[in-house]
């Protein structure tokens, strides 16, 4: 059995971890790469980098800070946002990310993950998918609809369809964010992660509204994920790494990734 992963989520605006609720009300958390070395010391077994203004600033991402936490940090981590074409992609890696993550433009430019995948292989290509519940009808199906651009723009994309669709252009992996429970630390939204994860054959990674250990057993079991996302809960100091990886395994028997020592380097 596949090991279960707990990744680290550092939303990144001005060269600084933020974090809000639905994209909103964002307050100021720390240096991007010294939280990184943190979560990585606590025994996280994946960290997220998102750039989260890049797209909306026309720039591309930072890259000196995808250096500088290669560096520091030994744990794979995936970088998102700014990210328009194949070259940006080998930008990125070639910084020592080993991971990107394609929202947005993979909803305008589907086959940008095919080009992704070709490049460097499926297991670097990310889909990163907003989904929002807006009820089954014949134009969204499972009842939920993909938002783009930091949950500001509806599509015509119905969520599970789209999944299926990005996995066959090439995506290794999704990364699904639900918008009615991210930040809200109630719980993450169970029926849409269930939907996608028995839907495809790559990994799917549960995402907003991890606020207690309880949370993340929720998806690894009940929704079926791979792998949890969280932020909220490490950011503000309530958990560590450490200890929900403790606490989510003596109320489960979810295989997990023991807490390692750390490395000088990567």
Same mark, same amino acid.
């Given at each position: 059995?596949?090991?279960?992963?707990?990744?680290?989520?550092?939303?990144?605006?001005?060269?600084?971890?933020?974090?809000?609720?639905?994209?909103?009300?964002?307050?100021?958390?720390?240096?991007?790469?010294?939280?990184?070395?943190e979560?990585?010391?606590?025994?996280?077994?994946?960290?997220?980098?998102?750039?989260?203004?890049?797209?909306?600033?026309?720039?591309?991402?930072?890259?000196?800070?995808v250096?500088?936490?290669?560096?520091?940090?030994?744990?794979?981590?995936?970088?998102?946002?700014?990210?328009?074409?194949?070259?940006?992609?080998?930008?990125?890696?070639?910084?020592?990310?080993?991971?990107?993550?394609?929202?947005?433009? *993979? !909803?305008?430019? $589907?086959? #940008?993950? =095919?080009r @992704? %995948?070709?490049?460097?292989?499926?297991q670097?290509?990310? /889909?990163?998918?907003?989904?929002?519940?807006?009820?089954?009808?014949?134009a969204?199906?499972?009842?939920?609809?993909?938002?783009?651009?930091?949950?500001?723009?509806?599509?015509?994309?119905?969520?599970?369809?789209?999944?299926?669709q990005?996995?066959?252009?090439?995506?290794?992996?999704?990364?699904?964010?639900?918008i009615?429970?991210?930040?809200?630390?109630?719980?993450?939204?169970?029926?849409?992660?269930?939907?996608?994860?028995? *839907? !495809?054959?790559? $990994?799917? #990674?549960? =995402?907003? @509204? %991890?606020?207690?250990?309880?949370?993340?057993?929720?998806? /690894?079991?009940?929704?079926?994920?791979?792998?949890?996302?969280?932020?909220?809960?490490?950011?503000?100091?309530?958990?560590?790494?450490?200890?929900?990886?403790?606490?989510?395994?003596?109320?489960?028997?979810?295989?997990?990734?023991?807490?390692?020592?750390?490395?000088?380097?990567?």
């Amino acid at each position: 059995m596949l090991m279960k992963r707990i990744i680290v989520c550092l939303d990144v605006r001005a060269g600084r971890v933020t974090k809000g609720v639905k994209f909103a009300g964002n307050i100021d958390v720390g240096d991007p790469v010294a939280l990184a070395e943190e979560y990585c010391r606590q025994g996280a077994d994946e960290l997220v980098f998102y750039d989260i203004t890049a797209s909306a600033e026309n720039r591309p991402i930072d890259i000196a800070m995808v250096e500088a936490a290669a560096k520091r940090i030994f744990i794979p981590f995936c970088v998102g946002g700014g990210l328009r074409s194949v070259e940006d992609m080998r930008r990125v890696i070639l910084a020592g990310a080993d991971k990107v993550s394609l929202n947005s433009l *993979a !909803v305008d430019h $589907p086959e #940008i993950l =095919s080009r @992704g %995948a070709e490049a460097f292989g499926r297991q670097c290509i990310v /889909l990163g998918l907003d989904a929002k519940f807006v009820g089954a009808s014949p134009a969204f199906p499972s009842g939920y609809q993909v938002v783009t651009r930091g949950g500001r723009c509806p599509t015509a994309l119905d969520a599970v369809n789209w999944a299926c669709q990005a996995v066959s252009l090439g995506a290794g992996e999704i990364c699904l964010n639900s918008i009615d429970t991210d930040g809200v630390q109630d719980g993450y939204e169970l029926t849409i992660t269930r939907k996608i994860a028995q *839907a !495809v054959s790559v $990994p799917v #990674i549960a =995402s907003g @509204g %991890a606020g207690k250990v309880s949370h993340l057993r929720a998806a /690894l079991v009940e929704g079926e994920a791979d792998a949890a996302l969280i932020a909220s809960m490490v950011h503000s100091g309530r958990y560590t790494c450490a200890a929900i990886k403790e606490e989510l395994q003596a109320i489960s028997d979810l295989p997990l990734r023991r807490v390692r020592t750390p490395l000088s380097g990567r």
